[in-house]
T-cell receptor, first 115, second 112 residues
């Protein structure tokens, strides 16, 4: 398994500002993902964070709004840029370990409120 | 990824078995069935997965029909702590396209 931590656990931000969320894993992983969960909704995949290259974004998500970094195999950041109240969500980091059946593990999430 | 269909909600009495159904009629031959759950205010938790044989672990059992078009997750003795949203997801086990895409899931409410 993998232990995933996220910082911050929650934040309240003003409209127009940006927030960077950090994800740290206790072991080297091949794949890291970022998800968003809007209030009362299921999880939506934002992007796959690729080590050493640009992230791969899902339809409806763009790099200018959600820039992602992944400098090594245990760490990634997601920035929510130029925030609006519609960005209020829980943002979750997820990882998949190399080998094995492909189980995916999730961090505790970052609860973001934009005012 | 193939789509899945789950009932939006189910109730179960504490101590009884909870049987959660999932339809995945368009599943491909190389796609696995995965189950996750999300307890309120937590990140999703992996439960179990299978390809075509029935599987059992310490958390649950997974029964997959012979034609693989549907499956059932069984929690043998549900407790109040099993109250959560349960997601059934189908995807390939590896490769660039094996993203975990969540549907709406089933809200299981375990009643005392």
């Amino acid at each position: 398994s993998a232990v995933i931590s996220q910082k911050p656990s929650r934040d309240i931000c003003q409209r127009g500002t940006s927030l960077t969320i950090q994800c740290q894993v206790d072991s080297q992983v091949t794949m890291m993902f970022w998800y968003r969960q809007q209030p009362g909704q299921s999880l939506t995949l934002i992007a796959t964070a690729n080590q050493g290259s640009e992230a791969t974004y899902e339809s409806g998500f763009v790099i200018d709004k959600f820039p992602i970094s992944r400098p090594n195999l245990t760490f990634s950041t997601l920035t929510v840029s130029n925030m609006s109240p519609e960005d209020s969500s829980i943002y979750l980091c997820s990882v998949r370990l190399a080998g094995g059946p492909g189980e995916q593990y999730f961090g505790p999430g970052t609860r973001l409120t934009v005012t | 990824d193939a789509k899945t269909t789950q009932p939006p909600s189910m109730d179960c009495a504490e101590g009884r078995a909870a049987n959660l159904p999932c339809n995945h009629s368009t599943i491909s031959g190389n796609e696995y069935v995965y189950w996750y759950r999300q307890i309120h205010s937590q990140g999703p938790q992996y439960i179990i997965h299978g390809l075509k044989n029935n599987e059992t672990n310490e958390m649950a059992s997974l029964i997959i029909t012979e034609d693989r078009k549907s499956s059932t997750l069984i929690l043998p003795h549900a407790t109040l702590r099993d109250t959560a949203v349960y997601y059934c997801i189908v995807r390939v086990a590896s490769g660039a396209t094996n993203k975990l895409i969540f549907g709406t899931g089933t809200l299981l409410a375990v009643q005392p």
